[in-house]
């Protein structure tokens, strides 16, 4: 099974600044890598498919890049709405569409 | 606007069986493949099953096989989950998800979710 690290688990950042999440595969999954973010309460949003492709609706300040087996997704100046946790989620494998454990960014 | 809302969560016995179900609005149902998402209180998510458009093929995590079945009818537009051998720790909410169509490989519209919990 392939599965997915990221880092840091919890950052805390302020309003204005930039912020950078990693997301690892244990093998290469070329770039089938998404990045959703996630609200207390609410449901997953999708920002990033195809690990560079910004979702139709968010914000330009969301960026995702990488390949293989690493990958980063980048908030260039933090939001206060930006305050959530972060997934991964690979779909190189049909069999499974493993997630990332998370990134909360808190203040 | 695209929606999906899932429904039939609530106080399932352990060893009991439930059946979740998801219907759509704003955007054609048989032409879609979906999945099944579940997080646990306080937990990540974990991606259970999957479905094609035309229902004819599934595949599941290690912990919803044998236990949990994804199935569709596309003439009532409707999604389920059926869960079977329920245990304490299939407490979660659980989230329908459609599979982006054409070259968007992720799961991009999601409903609500509804919660399942599981105790005696």
């Known amino acids: 099974d392939i599965q997915l690290t990221q880092s840091p688990s919890f950052l805390s950042a302020s309003v204005g600044d930039r912020v950078i999440i990693t997301c690892r595969a244990s093998e290469d999954i070329t770039t089938f890598l998404a990045w959703y973010q996630q609200k207390p309460g609410k449901a997953p949003k999708l920002l990033i498919s195809g690990a560079s492709n910004l979702h139709s609706g968010v914000p330009s300040r969301f960026s995702g890049s990488g390949s293989g087996t690493e990958f980063t997704l980048t908030i260039s100046s933090l939001q206060p709405e930006d305050f959530a946790t972060y997934y991964c989620?690979?779909?190189?494998?049909?069999?499974?569409?493993?997630f990332g454990p998370g990134t909360k960014v808190d203040i | 606007e695209e929606q999906v809302v899932e429904s039939g969560g609530g106080l399932g016995q352990p060893g009991g069986s439930l059946r979740l179900s998801c219907v759509v609005s704003g955007f054609t149902f048989d032409t879609y493949e979906f999945n099944w998402v579940r997080q646990a209180p306080g937990k990540g998510l974990e991606w259970l099953a999957y479905i094609t458009a035309s229902g004819y093929t599934m595949y599941y995590a290690n912990s919803a096989r044998g236990r949990f079945t994804i199935s569709r009818d596309n003439a009532r537009g409707s999604l389920f989950l059926q869960m079977n051998s329920l245990r304490v720790d299939d407490t979660a909410v659980y989230y329908c998800?459609?599979?982006?169509?054409?070259?968007?490989?992720?799961?991009?519209?999601w409903g609500q979710g509804t919660m399942v919990t599981v105790a005696s």
């Open positions: 998800a459609r599979f982006g169509s054409g070259s968007l490989s992720a799961f991009d519209v």
């Open positions: 989620q690979q779909l190189n494998s049909y069999l499974k569409f493993t």
